[in-house]
């Protein structure tokens, strides 16, 4: 079936660390990948998004490159800062009839940066 | 534009009871679709409405069921409530067309004792 994998956290950092959180997918057909944010207390964000193999998605530093090769979205910053601590899921959609409107989320990583 | 509106933020019921969540996506959008997040399970889908017709349905027991109404706002009913249902239940609306993105609400906390 359709799944998406995220390694496990939580993932402790120093400010201005590197950040790299892995992300890998199961579909079959032409899915799209998304990143969203959560922080607590509060619903999910969209973080950044790709449609199509080779796309790269980008917001606030963070970027990600759809390698359809590898079947793989792994999410990285180059320098994290206190506020980015939030727990990330990657996610699928298109699946389902070609509707976006069901997401296929992986079960999130908690990342927790220090001062 | 205010974005995705969820009501009750809290609700606290007993097994056996029934529950109704409510949605108001952002203004324009005509697709509402309804998640269950709980530690165990994570982010599950439970169903997807568009302009007053249910489009996809996840892999839920009959007892959640959902609608939504010519002005797009959504409901989502639970009936017979277990002590599993207690979540958090995010509703999320897009504009229902190409490739736009979920937009999320702030979730209704459910506990059930």
Known sequence: G????????PVTLSEEAFLTINCTYTATGYPSLFWYVQYPGEGL?????????DDKGSNKGFEATYRKETTSFHLE????????????????????GGSQGNLIFGKGTKLSVKP | KAGVTQTPRYLIKT???QVTLSCSPISGHRSVSWYQQTPGQGLQFLFEYFSETQRNKGNFPGRFSGRQFSNSRSEMNVSTL????????????????GNSPLHFGNGTRLTVT
């Open chain 1, 77 to 96: 910053k180059g320098s994290v800062q206190v506020s980015d601590s939030a727990v990330y899921f990657c996610a699928l959609s298109g699946v389902y």
């Open chain 2, 15 to 17: 097994r056996g009871q």
């Open chain 1, 45 to 53: 964000q969209l973080l950044l998004k790709a449609t199509k193999a």
């Open chain 2, 82 to 97: 277990e002590l599993g249902d207690s979540a958090l239940y995010l509703c999320a609306s897009r504009s229902g067309t």
């Open chain 1, 2 to 9: 359709n799944s998406v994998t995220q390694m496990e956290g």
